[in-house]
C-alpha cells in the first residue's frame, strides 16, 4: 500500500511539473538565462530621466498569427519573433511601449509593465507562439523607444515561420515609423 501510495505521488509530482508553462515557453527555453526576456529586462532597467531624451518614435510592426492557402481556403498557423535591435554601439535604447493588437484592433496584451533598457548593440527577441490565435491575420505591435538622440534608431522587424503539408515557408516585416496619437 505504501509503495502505491508512493508511486502515484511520484506520478503527480513528475506529470504537474511537466504543465509549468514557463518551462514550456519558448522565449524562457531559448534565452540564455532561461528566463522570459522582457521580464529580465524589467527587472534589470533602473529609473530613468526621460526629459534629456531627444529621440521618441512610434513604430507599427505587422505580424501574421495566419495565413490561408488557395487549397480549400485552408488556414495556416504562423509563429512569430518579433526582434527589436538597438543600432548604436554607445548608447541605451529605452522601450516604454509592446502592445499587441488583433486584425480588429483591439489590444490582446501589453508586455510591459515597465520600460526597459536595450544597452549598446543588443537586441529583444519575443515568440509569439503559433498556437496564440487572438491576433489572426492582421495582428500587429505598436512599439514605442526613444533615447538620448537620433542617433538611437532601431531597427525593429517581425519574422513568421509555418508550415503546410510537407512545406516549410518564412517570411519577414519591417516596423514602420508612425505618429502616436495617445500624446
Request: aromatic content about 10%; hydrophobic content about 35%.
Amino acid at each position: 500500500m505504501k509503495c502505491r501510495m508512493m508511486m502515484l505521488c511520484l506520478t503527480s509530482l513528475v506529470f504537474l511539473g511537466g504543465c509549468d508553462k514557463s518551462k514550456q515557453d519558448p522565449n524562457v527555453m531559448f534565452s540564455e538565462q532561461h528566463q522570459d526576456p522582457i521580464q529580465a529586462l524589467e527587472k534589470r532597467s533602473k529609473k530613468v530621466d526621460h526629459s534629456r531624451f531627444r529621440y521618441k518614435q512610434t513604430f507599427y510592426v505587422p505580424i501574421y498569427s495566419d495565413i490561408y492557402t488557395d487549397r480549400d481556403n485552408l488556414q495556416v498557423l504562423l509563429s512569430a519573433t518579433l526582434s527589436v535591435r538597438n543600432t548604436t554601439f554607445k548608447n541605451s535604447l529605452y522601450i516604454n511601449k509592446i502592445d499587441y493588437y488583433s486584425t480588429n484592433g483591439k489590444l490582446v496584451k501589453s508586455y510591459l509593465t515597465a520600460p526597459i533598457e536595450l544597452p549598446a548593440m543588443a537586441t529583444l527577441n519575443y515568440i509569439v507562439e503559433k498556437e496564440e490565435d487572438k491576433g489572426g491575420s492582421g495582428a500587429k505591435f505598436i512599439i514605442e523607444v526613444e533615447g538620448v538622440n537620433s542617433s538611437v534608431k532601431p531597427v525593429i522587424e517581425a519574422v513568421m515561420i509555418g508550415n503546410f503539408s510537407n512545406k516549410a515557408f518564412a517570411f519577414s516585416t519591417q516596423g514602420t515609423p508612425i505618429l502616436d496619437e495617445s500624446h
